[in-house]
């Protein structure tokens, strides 16, 4: 028996259809907020009202929760007499993005201290994640909006259908909202968000007092470093081109470091090595000033709380004390 | 790359169907070079490292079959040589560290252990290639160009996980039909290929039960009787689907690029003897089995004695096929007993005069035969012979027959019915097998859709979609209209998100 043509186009239909159906499901619920994703809508506007506060150049702090926690801003401020905002965040959110969100609050005349987080440099954790897609649809619509048509479909096809139900029922009855002024918790168990920020954007959550207890997640070793980095030819690596070009042309000017992290063992083994190599040599050839070496920021596991980014705040302390000799040298010639 | 992945759905099978298809149909070496090009590439992207190996195997056995050919005088031994060195190829790779650990348990020290990565589908390609030099041995008017024999072993649909395809009915669909690129082929390919992909979703779904017992089984959990049950016959479930699912979307790639495979797996579960399961179950391996090694062996032609060893001795090596294990072999055994105790009680029923041909016999037939397979799955599904072991003393209720607390924690019929009958109840919470009512509701529609729905084939059967033509007609066809495409084009998508999302396991036939 013929296959008719009928069918052929059936299948084509009903595959567009899908799509379309997904795509579809994925606007109606642009920018219905949800509870996961208020700890970062918060603590990012928070740290762009304290940015936009300081007159004349300044410096920001860029990273995911590695700075957040492990470089005081209000420190580098207090020594160096230049105003200092930390941008960390979460390096779970994709890099494309907060890289958005941060052309729109840095100046020319800024400097930019970028200490991203390994993973940042691969190709995972740059154009998006769980906790991305969740964020980009709750609290970024418009960027959502700016997006290609493939980045849209890729979107619809890979969001859980566990976060489009939240969604549609966050439409109508939406999770509880943190009451202003109650702290996160029980709101909000996993972050401390914006209550343990200082005014520098700083996370002050890792202070003895309030800190979690050491997890499982402390013996996770770094992928990038672990795998490695062969090349410069990654997603990670061209988005980062990228925004080194805009600041360029901003006369923006961007220093880099390595993130603080657990010390191990592997990461001497060539792939550790040659990650931090690939790393080094893509600043240099851009000409972006490394401060520091990567071994400088291997510390430890006293010194870190929850995760293998995650310094206390004690040891942040030192680390930013150790770090602000090498950054003032460039911070004066930025003035 | 899984047939299931994202990277083969999205990237690899619309590339290499729309690049054959481009290609005119005159142009057939090129169509060929194509195939043969992206079935390496499918091959060496899961290691580029054994490709050579995969090619010298190839130029190998082709050599030895040309020989055979042009010096008759010489054919035995070039044959024996032939076969020698594939088996102990497939040897060295499969069992030396099978034969090394056993070793060692015998002399009990430790003689190490080898560093060697089991090339995929080795088994497969070796067994492809030792059926065709000894049927041209037998016969030795199989001679074709090295072209056509090297797409005939590379060929991506059956290269990882078979069927194990005869040369006989693939090569000439090379010459005869020239790897049509049509409507029909693309059509009644991709539709066997959807199925083979739902079937897949289905199969993973029913792995998170089998693997929860399994597991806990592995870790020394307490486990009920109940549980032990659930979980094997969620894995036979499991593997039902899952190779089911391998075998429509093998059959249903082939067909993309217009060659028709045999079939190679007719609802088994439906079987009403292992005899029958064995017909039905990897069709394409008890067939090889079969003619090349149970003939050989003899068959039943040596007497009644000699048939049962033969039988024994067919299914251990089917067992040890598998996996170099002894699980595995004890699997092979007992599928061998299950055999001769089969062929015993249908000489008794011919003895007897029996018919036992009501409705109810053959329910109980084809209830008994699933419980003596699933038990048999046992072996197969467990990591080793002491989670096995665990699995059946809980399954057989050795210590008594137990329920999970959780489970049957409400309500009277716990204390009326079941505990006088001698059942207990053990704390399973540590097992953490979450939502009991989702996994026997899903177990039951799962057996109900084994036993009572037609296959793929069978409901495509209008539209030829094997080699041979499909023997029981079911009593519902499909129709290949625009509604249906909908349908299932629309659920593709949804299958598709589900592996972009997370990756599908691998087919369990890939291991071997």
């Known amino acids: 028996m013929n296959v008719p043509w009928r069918y052929i186009l059936g299948l084509a239909v009903g595959f567009v259809l899908g799509i379309a159906v997904f795509v579809g499901l994925l606007y109606t619920q642009l920018g219905v907020p949800t509870l996961s994703t208020q700890w970062l809508f918060d603590i990012t506007n928070k740290k762009a009202l304290y940015a936009a506060n300081f007159p004349g150049p300044r410096l920001f ?16 401020q207090q020594q160096t007499g230049v105003p200092t905002i930390n941008m960390g965040t979460s390096a779970g959110y994709p890099l494309n993005y907060r890289l958005d969100c941060l052309k729109k609050i840095v100046r020319p005349g800024d400097t930019l201290l970028l200490a991203l987080e390994y993973e940042s440099y691969g190709d995972k954790l740059v154009n998006y994640s769980d906790a991305g897609d969740d964020y980009l649809l709750a609290r970024a619509p418009e960027y959502f909006l700016q997006t290609s048509l493939l980045y849209k479909i890729e979107m619809a096809t890979r969001i859980p259908f566990k976060r489009l139900q939240k969604g549609w029922r966050n439409r109508e009855t939406p999770e509880r909202e943190r009451p202003p002024g109650l702290p996160y918790i029980p709101y909000l168990p996993i972050t401390p968000g914006i209550d343990c920020l200082d005014d520098n954007g ?3 959550f890792n202070m003895a007092a309030t800190r979690h207890p050491p997890g499982p997640e402390m013996q996770d070793l770094c992928s990038a470093l672990a795998d490695g980095l062969p090349s410069e030819r990654t997603a990670g690596f061209e988005t980062i081109d990228s925004f080194l070009q805009w600041a360029r042309a901003q006369h923006i000017t961007v220093l880099a470091t390595f993130p603080n992290i657990i010390k191990e063992p592997a990461y001497d083994e060539p792939n550790g090595q040659k ?6 040599h893509f600043y240099a050839s851009r000409g972006v000033p490394v401060i520091g070496t990567a071994k400088e920021a291997m510390l430890p596991p006293d010194q870190f709380f929850d995760t293998v980014y995650h310094l206390t705040h004690e040891a942040a302390i030192q680390r930013t004390e150790r770090l602000i000799p090498e950054l003032e040298p460039y911070l004066h010639a930025a003035k | 790359m899984l047939f299931s992945s994202w990277n083969f759905m999205v990237y690899f099978l619309p590339v290499s169907v729309v690049v054959f298809y481009l290609i005119p149909a005159p142009f ?49 031994m070039l044959v024996i040589t032939g076969v020698t060195l594939n088996l102990l190829l497939l040897g060295y790779f499969k069992y030396t560290n099978f034969a090394v650990h056993f070793l060692s348990h015998l002399v009990q020290r430790d003689l190490g252990h080898f560093n060697i990565i089991l090339p995929l589908a080795i088994s497969f390609f070796t067994f492809t290639q030792i059926s065709y030099l000894v049927d041209v041995y037998r016969d030795r008017t199989a001679h074709y160009r090295f072209l056509d024999y090297s797409l005939f072993v590379v060929l991506f649909p059956h290269l990882i996980a078979g069927p194990i395809v005869r040369h006989w009915e693939i090569i000439p669909q090379f010459i005869d039909r020239e790897l049509k690129a049509s409507r029909e082929n693309f059509g009644v390919g991709i539709t066997l290929f959807l199925f083979g992909l739902f079937k897949k979703y289905i199969a993973d779904q029913a792995a998170v039960y089998a693997d929860d017992v399994y597991d806990g089984a592995r870790d020394h959990l307490a486990l009920s009787s109940f549980d032990a049950w659930m979980g094997t016959v969620a894995f036979a479930l499991q593997i039902y689907f899952d190779f089911s699912a391998y075998s429509d979307m093998a059959i ?12 190679n797996f007719d609802s088994p579960y439906r079987a009403t003897s292992v005899i029958v399961f064995w017909e039905r179950w990897h069709r394409t391996l008890t067939r090889f089995l079969r003619e090349y090694v149970y003939y050989s062996l003899g068959g039943n032609r040596r007497g009644h004695f000699r048939q049962v060893l033969n039988i024994l001795a067919t299914m251990l090596l089917s067992g040890l096929w598998h996996g170099a294990g002894w699980t595995y072999i004890i699997w092979g055994g007992l599928h061998g007993i299950f055999l001769v105790v089969n062929h015993q009680w249908r000489l008794w029923v011919k003895q007897m005069n029996w018919t036992l041909d009501r409705w109810f016999h053959r329910a109980a037939s084809v209830l008994v035969t699933f419980i003596a397979v699933s038990f048999a799955w046992t072996f197969f599904r467990a990591t080793n012979i002491t989670v096995a072991g665990t699995m059946l003393s809980s399954m057989l209720g050795l210590h008594g027959m137990s329920l999970p607390d959780e489970f049957f924690i409400h309500g009277g019929f716990r204390d009326k019915f079941l505990a006088p009958l001698g059942f207990h109840f053990i704390n399973t919470e540590a097992l953490q097998i979450k939502h009991y009512e989702n996994a026997l509701e899903t177990i039951a529609i799962l ?66």
């Open chain 2, 447 to 512: 057996l109900l859709v084994c036993w009572a729905s037609p296959n793929t084939q069978q409901l495509l059967s209008k539209y030829d979609p094997i080699l041979e033509p499909v023997t029981r007609q079911p009593w519902i066809h499909l129709k290949l209209g625009f509604w249906l495409g909908l349908i299932l084009g629309f659920l593709a998508y949804l299958i598709l998100r589900n592996s972009y999302v997370s990756d599908p396991n691998p087919f369990i036939y890939f291991n071997f």
């Open chain 2, 252 to 263: 249903g790639l082939a067909r993309m690029f217009g060659v028709k495979f045999p079939s």
């Open chain 1, 61 to 76: 702090i860029v990273a995911g929760s590695s700075a957040l926690f492990g470089v005081n801003a209000q420190l580098i």
């Open chain 1, 275 to 280: 990650a931090i190599e690939t790393i080094t």
């Open chain 2, 28 to 76: 057939r070496t090129a169509r060929k070079l194509w195939l043969i090009a992206a079935s390496l590439f499918f091959y060496g992207y899961w290691k580029i490292e054994y490709v050579p190996l995969l090619l010298l195997s190839i130029a190998f056995n082709y050599a030895i079959a040309e020989g055979i050919i042009r010096f008759p005088d010489k054919s035995r």
């Open chain 1, 202 to 204: 700083d996370e002050v």
